[in-house]
Structures are given as C-alpha cells and as structure tokens.
Antibody
Framework: QVQLVQSGAEVKKPGASVKVSCKAS????????IHWVRQAPGQGLEWMGW????????NYAQKFQGRVTMTGDTSISTAYMELRRLMSDDTAVYYC?????????????WGQGTLVTVSS | DIQMTQSPSSVSASVGDRVTIACRAS??????LAWYQQKPGEAPKLLIY???SLQTGVPSRFSGSGSGTDFTLTISRLQPEDFATYYC?????????FGQGTKLEIK
C-alpha cells in the first residue's frame, strides 16, 4: 500500500532553515508528483507547492518563492522540502502528499505530518 | 490567486441528518475541485475529486456537485465518524488554494 513517512519534529530559531523528508513506498516514486501542504496550529490548510520526482520540475506558491526548495532523491524514493529564513509564523505541521494520478492532480495519500516549531 | 470561500464555517447536526457544505471560487475553476476530511491530529483524507468523483473506499453517503464557481459537498445520512472538519481545494490553477474549512459538530 502507498505509504509516506516523514521525518521527526523540529525546533528552529528564527532565521534558520529546516529540511523535512518524506520517504515513499508502495508505488513507483517517479510516477507521481509530491505536494507539500502546511497547517499552522488551529488553522486551515495551505498549499506550498509540488515536485515531479521524475523530472525534478517544481511549482511553488508565490508566497514561498525564494524561501522554499523542493527536491527528490529517486535512488531512495524520498522527497525533501527545505524552508529558509524561518519566522515564527512558519510554525506549523508540514505534510507531504502524493498526488492522485500524476501531473499535479490533487493530493491523495498523505504523510503523517512533521511539526516545525520556530521559536527564539 | 483564486480565493475559495466555504460556508458555513461551522455546522451542528445529528446522526442521520443530511448536511450540505458550500464552496465558492473567486473565478471559474470548471470542475477542478476536491473535498477533504480532517479529524483532529490526523492528516487530511481525500473524499472527492473532480467535483463529483468519489475516491476509492469513501462511503457513498458522500457526494459532490457543482461547476464553474459554486460547489457543494453533501453527506446524506451523518454517521458518528463523519464529525470532522471539511476543506475544499481548487486544482484548476496555481497556486492551488484551500477553503478555510467547515467544522461539522455533533448537535
């Protein structure tokens, strides 16, 4: 079955960077896009972007342009999301999710989430 | 960016009730709309995609309709496990955007 397992919780200081990993199993990693979505405490869902592990192509929400980098390592079926210059309002649970049928279709199978806390 | 507005923000209902949640897009998204269910402490779960296609394993009491800018999610006979927060997502153009969520609570 499709499974996405994310790295553990992180605590970072303002201005630092965080890199969250998302290891995929149960399907061919290069056949589907990986979305990244975040959720601040008590708030709604926010789409950050996606990566095509096959081509390395990315599409980022403009809000995160210049601060986020999404990559993939096909040799270990793992996607990564790095967010730089962290601020307190970047405190959130970050989810990776495989898309439904490729080509950036809606997120379908989700990871368990990674809590990133930004605090001085 | 396309703005997605859900209504109501919260709704109270009883087991067995029929509930409808609306989602309005700020511009035409044709039928590129998905619905998610999220329970506290859990990742979202895809219920419906392309406005009305039921994801595998989702009970048939869930249904979706609409086109253009106005969409609805209907739960025909509420079950105890349906009490959760529901989000719509437009997948027509980038950036994809979610509605603010509708919390479905037990009356």
């Amino acid at each position: 079955q499709v499974q996405l397992v994310q790295s553990g919780a992180e605590v970072k200081k303002p201005g630092a960077s965080v890199k969250v990993s998302c290891k995929a199993s149960g399907y061919t990693f290069t056949d589907y896009y990986i979305h990244w979505v975040r959720q601040a405490p008590g708030q709604g869902l926010e789409w950050m972007g996606w990566i095509s592990p096959n081509s390395g192509g990315t599409n980022y929400a403009q809000k995160f342009q210049g601060r986020v980098t999404m990559t993939g390592d096909t040799s270990i079926s793992t996607a990564y999301m790095e967010l730089r210059r962290l601020m307190s309002d970047d405190t959130a649970v970050y989810y990776c999710a495989r898309d439904l049928y490729g080509s950036g279709s809606p997120p379908d199978s989700w990871g368990q989430g990674t809590l990133v806390t930004v605090s001085s | 960016d396309i703005q997605m507005t859900q209504s109501p923000s919260s709704v109270s209902a009883s087991v067995g009730d029929r509930v409808t949640i609306a989602c309005r897009a700020s511009q035409n998204i044709i039928r590129w709309l998905a619905w998610y269910q999220q329970k506290p402490g859990e990742a979202p779960k895809l219920l419906i995609y392309s406005t009305s296609s039921l994801q595998t394993g989702v009970p048939s009491r869930f249904s979706g309709s609409g086109s253009g800018t106005d969409f609805t999610l209907t739960i025909s006979r509420l079950q105890p496990e349906d009490f959760a927060t529901y989000y719509c997502l437009q997948a027509h153009s980038f950036p994809y955007t979610f509605g603010q969520g509708t919390k479905l609570e037990i009356k």
